[in-house]
């Protein structure tokens, strides 16, 4: 199965500053199959990124995607309050599809 | 707009079998090309996908828990359950189901998860 290691495991930012979120595969994704999913304490995780680079429905364009082959970036141009969270890379390529072990985003 | 709720004993004893279904509001477990899944998150570790199932019945697991997994469709009640046998104290974790978008795709929708423990 393909294994995910994001980086960092947390990061320590200030809103309005930008975030750099990376997701490594140990083998390469096909079609960019790579998804990218935020969860908030007590709430359901959502759906950001899909296709690498592909926005879902309803997420702001301050969240972008990035990458292929085995490195994925996921960007938050200028960080809002509510997006502090945890956010998790995940692979849908190959069965099992497979999940990092999340980056938490908080507030410094 | 398409919700999902998790519900099920919140405690199972060792050797014993989970069950957990989850209902479908704001739209038809039949609807479109919809997949159905079961991910579950133990306390510190990585997600991991459990399973699938189409509105046809056809399933796929992960092959870690294929052998005591199952999932199935009751398209009358608008849910989908998840069976799963022999439980250790490995398989505690929050369980979450989730709308699939297909094979080759993500996870669009997701439940909140509900809490399993297993212990005697």
């Known amino acids: 199965e393909i294994v995910l290691t994001q980086s960092p495991g947390t990061l320590s930012l200030s809103p309005g500053e930008r975030a750099t979120l990376s997701c490594r595969t140990s083998q390469s994704v096909s079609s960019s199959s790579l998804a990218w999913y935020q969860h908030k304490p007590g709430q359901a995780p959502s759906l950001l990124i899909y296709g690498a680079s592909s926005r879902a429905t309803g997420i702001p364009n301050r969240f972008s995607g990035s990458g292929s082959g085995t490195d994925f970036t996921l960007t938050i141009s200028r960080l809002e309050p509510e997006d502090f969270a945890v956010y998790y890379c995940q692979q849908y390529g190959s069965s099992p599809y497979t999940f990092g072990q999340g980056t938490k985003l908080e507030i410094k | 707009q398409v919700r999902l709720q998790e519900s099920g004993p919140g405690l199972v004893k060792p050797s014993q079998t989970l069950s957990l279904t989850c209902t479908v509001s704001?739209?038809?477990?039949?609807?479109?090309?919809?997949?159905w899944s079961w991910i579950r998150q133990p306390a510190g570790k990585e997600l991991e996908w459990i399973g699938r199932?189409?509105?046809?019945?056809?399933?796929s697991y992960n092959p870690s828990l294929k052998s005591r997994v199952s999932i199935s469709l009751d398209t009358s009640r608008n849910q989908f359950s998840l069976i799963l046998s022999s439980v250790t104290a490995a398989d505690t974790a929050v369980y979450y189901c989730?709308?699939?978008?297909?094979?080759?795709?993500?996870?669009?929708?997701w439940g909140q998860g509900t809490m399993v423990t297993v212990s005697s």
């Open positions: 704001g739209g038809s477990i039949n609807s479109g090309s919809y997949y």
């Open positions: 199932i189409f509105k046809s019945g056809i399933t």
């Open positions: 989730v709308r699939d978008l297909g094979p080759s795709d993500a996870f669009d929708i």
